[in-house]
């Protein structure tokens, strides 16, 4: 069965530090992977996505992560996580509807807490 | 400015009441969705629609109908509320074509049945 794990569902880092978010997804074919932020009380933000090609891509807000088929992993990665990072993560593969059109299987989400 | 604008943004419901979420969306997205987000569970597919006219169920759609007379909208209605259906409720849409594979969402419906 398609699945996306987040095993971390609190994470806390100081302002400045890196940051590592897991995730690992269980899909039959290739996947389309995403990262998505959401900030208390709003909707979700793509961050970025993976689709072929390169396997570390670079998102918006500083943000990149890593496809490793090998590990069917796709981790999230900041090299200096400011206050404003503090969000809920999620991590979601694409898997197709038919249609032309695909549902998300979304993981549970991990929340970033940002210490001053 | 553009984007997909969900309304109402909360709701209290008594058990057995009926009522509809609006997703309204002026990107001319070919694609809409609705999802539910439970602590814990993630984001679960409801309905999606593909087109003006059609709808198709998602993961979990029971005690859920939905409606897109209009491209721009689509709407999700609950008949009758029960207290399983205390979520919050997130609309999302996007153009057609494998380039372009983000949704964009909606702020969401906080809905509680009580």
């Known amino acids: 069965a398609q699945s996306v794990t987040q095993p971390d569902i609190h994470i806390t880092v100081s302002e400045g530090a890196s940051l590592e978010l897991r995730c690992n997804y269980s899909?039959?074919?290739?996947?389309?992977l995403f990262w998505y932020v959401q900030s208390p009380g709003q909707g979700l933000q793509l961050l970025l996505k993976?689709?072929?090609?390169?396997?570390l891509v670079q998102g918006i807000k500083g943000f990149e992560a890593e496809f490793k088929r090998s590990q069917s992993s796709f981790n999230l990665r900041k090299p200096s996580v400011h206050w404003s990072d503090a969000a809920e993560y999620f991590c979601?593969?694409?898997?197709?509807?038919?249609?032309?059109?695909?549902?998300?299987?979304f993981g549970t989400g991990t929340r970033l807490k940002v210490l001053a | 400015n553009a984007g997909v604008t969900q309304t109402p943004k909360f709701r209290v419901l008594k058990t057995g009441q009926s009522m509809t979420l609006l997703c309204a969306q002026d990107?001319?997205?070919?694609?809409m969705y609705w999802y539910r987000q439970d602590p814990g569970m993630g984001l679960r597919l409801i309905h999606y629609?593909?087109?003006?006219?059609?709808?198709a169920k998602g993961e979990v759609p029971d005690g859920y109908n939905v409606s897109r007379l209009k491209k721009q909208n689509f709407l999700l209605g609950l008949e009758s509320a029960a207290p399983s259906q205390t979520s919050v409720y997130f609309c999302?849409?996007?153009?057609?074509?494998?380039?372009?594979?983000?949704?964009?969402f909606g702020s969401g419906t906080r809905l509680t049945v009580v």
């Open positions: 979601a593969v694409g898997a197709p509807l038919g249609s032309g059109t695909y549902k998300y299987i």
């Open positions: 999302a849409s996007r153009p057609p074509g494998t380039d372009t594979y983000g949704y964009t």
């Open positions: 629609s593909v087109g003006e006219g059609t709808t």
């Open positions: 993976y689709f072929s090609g390169d396997t």
């Open positions: 899909y039959g074919a290739t996947p389309y």
């Open positions: 990107m001319n997205h070919e694609y």
